[in-house]
């Protein structure tokens, strides 16, 4: 065709999508959108001095005890899955939103919604399962609730759990915690929950099975603040993955993240389905993770106990807390590559999607 | 990992980079083609470890920015239909269409699906016989094998519920239009691996001959980048045009014969439109007569669809490398992944997004 035909500078672009009129389900994705529901939706009618801090946890002072309090609801698919299933993780869930807090877990609630026809084996196969996972983590299901929705009208089951805390004495940690200097510790490598649920639904077979991390962290923050009170925050990076909690400290705490792509773990198996379906592993849902940040001068006695720690002997330090200054502005995560460039480390807009090709 | 380590290897590719630097004597701009690619250069800030005399250009090879908005119309009319279950990669759903996005109509109630293969779309189709089931089949070469088998199987198994909004686009026509262009600046290219896997490197004869230009035929990753930058530099620095293949574990002169006969099997060239860019002579693929019932566009009577596409952003340019996503005022501020004014900020693919996701910062200061 002749050159003269085309004209570039006439073709435009659509205009964008004006606010979602609708819910996505984007919007539970833990990313950008998220962030938008809350901000738009429910922070400026529920706003309160607890609730604006965006913890994972309300931290709230009793009686002179200050209580942690948290809730989640879980609505996985499959429900049984490579590590676990969605009863263990109702209990793991909300158990490490309190641990995150620092606080002691001590009592779960558990609330069902069930979908007509749903198998009444697998009911008992999923509580015994979270009965046994609060039994390991210390906790007592001590209140619950039960409804039956029409079929069609849930997908099998869905399960809140709320949970609640003992703070200790001297603990006080918070996402707006983080200051230039400190270093940013992960407890080992990432990824494995998500792909072990994508692998499982998606029917991916790879040569070892891939399996969830789901798992109680409590204890292994029990193990850290005891070699240290200097630990300004922890974080379990789920749903967004590792990508959005540093994005979310950096945010609230204003101050910009620097990481290293060398330092965090990744299993091989995890890396290598993420190459194939073309996802970044940071962005990538954990169940049994934590980030830390730490002050400088108590980094290594942390990572030692994290290491020395079951759930942490992968342990590593990621990276650093930098200034909000130039390009580094307060909310920027950036990750060094081997390579020796830097990257802007972003909240991803909704759920990653599998590229074309 | 093998097969990707021994590719992003930092000493590797810092050797090549000085590779280059030791034969660069004056100014290249190069083009990779594929949106991959630029993917890759953008992640690794492959940029840097460059000498200031290679500059790249980022080419059209994103499936999902060069999809016609009339296309993505289309495909939400039909997914809008209360009998279809409508699959595509995931890729397409965020893509906005004159209204709406797929993601709207699924949270509207319409059944729109991500599948990973469209041999899924023709899986759900046998299960539910009661349903259409449509695949939105976009992309370039490299996809077009899967979704002639899936059209090929559809037709063996019998199903008469099954169809494909076929909206395939074709390289060579895309980078002979960029060569033809006065105003390209391009003096070599990085033809896309992976479409090459399936068609070889035989068409690109035509095009060294023609225009004089060097094509090195480049994988996606840093390693594989930095070889084919550096095999194009030595041959511009020589005075060489030439077709030569870096991707030579994946890549073969004459591609794949048997992915290509299935597509000749099932598809046929013709005139397509390509977003931001216009209508180009035989730079796609349609579905053949014989296959004239598995086509959705004929199946759906979904009527014409003329999408006005109001001016703002500068997708055109930027496809054709004649203007980077940085040289864009809307960058970063009007335009971004959460409001995106044209499909290269949408996908995964696409050149804005991969500068606005690894690299503003090396650019604007962004407001959140």
């Known amino acids: 065709m002749s050159p003269s035909a085309i004209d570039p500078t006439s073709f435009t672009c659509p205009a964008p999508l004006k606010q979602a009129e609708r819910i996505v389900l984007g919007h539970g994705s833990g990313g950008r959108l998220s962030a938008e529901l809350l901000r738009d939706v429910f922070l400026p009618l529920f706003s309160n001095p607890v609730l604006d801090r965006l913890d994972d946890q309300a931290v709230l002072e009793i009686g002179g005890t200050r209580m942690a309090f948290t809730t989640d609801s879980f609505v996985v698919q499959p429900l049984f899955f490579p590590g676990g299933d969605i009863g263990s993780l109702a209990v793991h869930g909300t158990v490490n939103d309190l641990a995150m807090g620092g606080a002691k877990p001590l009592f779960l609630s558990a609330g069902f919604i069930l979908e007509e026809g749903f198998p009444t084996a697998d009911l008992k196969r999923i509580a015994a399962s979270m009965a046994r996972a609060a039994a390991a983590a210390g906790v007592a299901i001590v209140t619950g609730d039960t409804k039956v929705v029409e079929k069609g009208k849930g997908d099998g089951l869905f399960i809140n759990t709320t949970g609640i805390g003992i703070v200790p004495e001297g603990v006080r940690m918070s996402a707006s915690q983080a200051r230039p200097g400190d270093r940013v510790l992960l407890s080992g490598p990432i990824g494995d929950h998500g792909i072990a649920i994508l692998a499982k639904r998606e029917g991916l077979e790879f040569e070892t099975e891939i399996v969830s991390d789901s798992a109680a962290l409590h204890g292994l923050v029990e193990a850290m603040l005891a070699a240290s009170m200097a630990i300004r925050c922890l974080r379990d990076p789920t749903r967004g993955g590792l990508s959005s909690t540093l994005n979310e400290i950096a945010g609230q705490s204003g101050v910009s993240i620097q990481i290293e792509e060398t330092a965090i773990p990744v299993h091989d198996q995890v890396r290598g389905a993420c190459e194939l379906l073309g996802l970044d592993p940071l962005y990538v849902a954990n169940e049994g993770k934590l980030v830390a940040i730490v002050a400088p001068e108590a980094a290594a006695s942390v990572l030692a106990a994290m290491r020395s720690h079951a759930l942490g002997q992968e342990a590593s330090i990621i990276g650093t807390v930098g200034d909000a200054v130039g390009n580094q502005r307060a909310g920027t995560v950036t990750m060094k590559s081997a390579f020796g460039s830097t990257r802007i480390v972003d909240l991803l807009a909704g759920d990653q999607l599998p590229r074309i090709c | ?368």
Not at chain 2, 160 to 179: E, G, Q
């Open chain 2, 1 to 368: 990992m093998k097969y990707v380590d021994e590719y992003r290897d930092p000493q590797v590719a810092l050797g090549i980079a000085q590779r280059i630097k030791s034969i660069v004597t004056r100014p290249w701009v190069l083009m990779e083609v594929c949106g991959g690619q630029t993917h890759t250069l953008m992640r690794y800030g492959m940029e840097e470890l460059l000498p200031p005399e290679v500059e790249l250009v980022h080419g059209p090879g994103c499936p999902v920015c060069v999809t016609p908005l009339a296309m993505v119309d289309r495909a939400i009319r039909i997914a809008s239909q209360p009998q279809v279950i409508f699959t595509s990669y995931g890729d397409m759903l965020r893509v906005p269409g004159s209204n709406s996005d797929l993601f709207q109509v699924k949270a509207g109630g319409g059944d729109v699906r991500i599948v990973y293969s469209p041999m899924d779309a023709v899986k759900l189709a046998q299960a539910n016989p009661d349903r259409k089931v449509c695949f939105f089949g976009v992309g370039f070469e490299t996809t077009a094998p899967a979704n002639a088998m899936a059209v090929w199987q559809a037709k063996r198994l019998g199903l008469t519920n099954f169809s494909m909004l076929v909206s395939h686009v074709l390289v060579p026509p895309a980078m002979r239009l960029i060569l033809e262009s006065p105003s390209s600046r391009v003096q070599g290219f990085i033809a896309p691996g992976h479409v090459c896997t399936v068609m070889g490197y035989q068409e690109y004869d035509e095009l060294v001959n023609e225009f004089k230009i060097p094509i090195v035929v480049g994988g996606f990753e840093p390693v594989d980048l930095l070889e084919a930058i550096h095999m194009l530099v030595a041959q511009l620095e020589e005075g060489r045009a030439e077709v030569e293949n870096q991707y030579t574990r994946s890549v073969t002169y004459q591609g794949n014969p048997g992915a290509q006969k299935i597509m000749r099997e099932v598809f046929e060239v013709a005139d397509r439109k390509w977003r931001g860019i216009g209508s180009i002579a035989q730079s796609g693929y349609r579905l053949r007569d014989e296959y004239a019932r598995f086509d959705a566009e004929r199946v759906f009577e979904i009527g014409e669809f003329v999408a006005e596409e109001p001016k703002e952003c500068i997708s055109a340019l930027v496809l054709q490398g004649l203007k980077k996503p940085v040289d864009c005022s809307a960058f970063g501020t009007r335009c971004t992944p959460m409001n995106p004014l044209g499909a290269p900020m949408v996908s995964t693919e696409g050149a804005c997004a991969a500068y606005y996701q690894y690299r503003r910062h090396t650019y604007v200061t962004v407001s959140h």
